[in-house]
Nanobody, 114 residues
Framework: VQLQASGGGLVQAGGSLRLSCAASRTIHSSVVMGWYRQVPGKQREFVASIRSGRDPNYADSVQGRFTISRDNAKNTLYLQMNSLKPDDTAVYYC?????????WGQGTQVTVSS
């Protein structure tokens, strides 16, 4: 499975971005897909995840500002990011699991200026 993340960029604080993550094959809706982020010198951290039949999960730091969604027909995961803060600056990675193996996208840079 290959995951292609896109949509990152430079935005001012308070602005919005939408990240996309396209999978190279169908990922069943019952399989968790998620977003993580990482800044240099720190561990990669959980941002949000989604699977069918359950409410999405969000990190406390993004709750109420970010919305995760997926279009199963397009094999694509999204992350709508609103009210962005400088602390949201990071490389964002998408992740899924297929046949018990974790797959990561290549990452997309999000930079929020103050």
């Amino acid at each position: 499975v290959q995951l292609q993340a896109s949509g990152g960029g430079l935005v001012q604080a308070g602005g919005s971005l939408r990240l996309s993550c396209a999978a190279s094959r169908t990922i069943h809706s019952s399989v968790v897909m998620g977003w993580y982020r990482q800044v240099p010198g720190k561990q990669r951290e959980f941002v949000a995840s989604i699977r069918s039949g359950r409410d999405p999960n969000y990190a406390d730091s993004v709750q109420g500002r970010f919305t995760i969604s997926r279009d199963n027909a397009k094999n694509t995961l999204y992350l709508q990011m609103n009210s962005l803060k400088p602390d949201d600056t990071a490389v964002y990675y998408c992740k899924t699991n297929y046949e018990s193996v974790d797959y990561w996208g290549q990452g997309t840079q999000v930079t929020v200026s103050s």
